[in-house]
């Protein structure tokens, strides 16, 4: 009989984004004889439009619709919703007998452990941030560090995204059962690369586009700067006409390109052509200065160089390995001395993007990451 699993998720498996990590992993425990259900929490979409039991890559998925006051709305507003989000996952969790219960992120640990007593399953947190450190309003952190606290001694497991997050949740949470598992694309092996040269010098930033990413940032920093060309996919905040309207403000139209958000396939094509793969962002909270992107793995997949951020974790990954260079995104000056460092040095250009894709394919993909998942569920049942 198949060991059963239940997932919670504090957002939608697949809008407006999928959520690759998720599904990576959902799809490795059933190709590893696992059963996997997986509750999701739509928030601000359309009941209407989407169905709420369906079925993707063989996982079996819930969604629970409440009717959710708007993103600024006040922290009180949103309380009501919530408390009826909580015993709705709780009703639904106890229906079926699980084996393990696991929480991506904090908002879902207090139903998840409730579920987890019920059933007298693992318990596992998958903690894809800091989620107590997040750039987030401050009652929110404190009600995420208390859930941390309050459940500690309660998981069986606790997943990290990198080896910094890790020693950090240790400071804080003690002496836990950890496991590393980066968010490392997919491996494919009819992957083929090519080195396109570019007479411009091409850059490529793909993810949510907000200040507190850098870019309102880095489009000053290209108004100076000539031969230059950047991509920019994703959704704008506070919206995408804010944007269009700094690009235009700026002068920038024949040096970017605001896409807005498209499908990931077209992202990766579109990174393919390009030379450098932007990494933006600023030291604005301990989740960022010890962040993991998933989009620094998705340029080496892409086989092109990368500009990071200059925090500890990041300058460990691009500048021993010969793929980048690093700078500080709060400083205008440091983004233009970065791009103008790619800029006169576009013979080595080649170099990097050649060694960015070696990595991934040896190195930075899910096959090292699926088999510390599997161990960990595996030495976890067997317990």
Not at 71 to 90: C, D, E, G, V
Not at 309 to 327: A, L, S
């Amino acid at each position: 009989m198949k060991n059963k699993v239940l997932m919670l998720l504090e957002k939608d498996l697949l809008f407006p984004m999928k959520d690759r990590r998720v599904i990576k992993e959902a799809v490795s425990l059933i190709q590893n004889g696992y059963e996997v259900d997986i509750i999701t929490w739509p928030l601000h979409l359309d009941s209407d439009q989407l169905p709420e039991n369906y079925k993707y890559k063989n996982i079996n998925i819930k969604r629970i619709f409440i009717n959710f006051p708007p993103i600024k709305a006040r922290i009180i507003h949103k309380l009501i919703p919530l408390i009826k989000l909580f015993f709705k996952t709780i009703q639904h969790g106890i229906k079926k007998k699980y084996d393990f219960v696991h929480c991506h992120d904090s908002l879902p640990l207090l139903a998840g452990y409730i579920i987890k007593l019920s059933h007298n399953a693992k318990f596992i947190y998958d903690s894809h941030e800091l989620n107590p450190y997040r750039d987030e309003p401050k009652i929110i952190m404190k009600c995420f560090k208390f859930a941390e606290l309050f459940l500690k001694n309660s998981w069986d497991a606790v997943i990290s995204t990198n080896k910094p997050r890790t020693d950090f949740m240790q400071n804080y949470l003690g002496n836990q059962k950890y496991v590393v598992c980066h968010n490392y694309p997919l491996f494919e092996n009819n992957k083929q690369f090519q080195i396109i040269e570019n007479q411009t010098t091409t850059f490529v930033y793909q993810g949510g586009i907000n200040n507190k990413r850098g870019i309102d940032n880095l489009l000053k920093a290209l108004v100076d700067i000539d031969n230059v060309f950047l991509h920019l996919l994703g959704t704008g905040f506070p919206s995408d006409e804010y944007y269009h309207e700094m690009i235009d403000n700026l002068n920038l139209k024949s040096k970017v390109h605001f896409h807005g958000a498209i499908d990931m396939k077209d992202v990766f094509q579109i990174m393919k052509t390009c030379d450098i793969g932007i990494v933006s962002l600023r030291n604005t909270s301990l989740n960022n200065y010890y962040c993991a992107p998933n989009k620094i793995y998705d340029y080496m997949k892409a086989g092109i160089a990368i500009l990071g951020p200059d925090f500890p974790h990041m300058k460990e990954i691009i500048k021993p390995n010969g793929i980048g260079y690093t700078c500080n995104f709060d400083e205008v000056e440091s983004i233009i001395n970065a791009i103008s460092y790619f800029i006169e040095n576009k013979n080595k250009l080649s170099d990097m993007k050649k060694k960015s894709f070696d990595l991934w394919k040896t190195k930075y993909n899910w096959k090292s990451e699926e088999a510390k998942l599997v161990t960990l569920y595996d030495s976890l049942k067997n317990e």
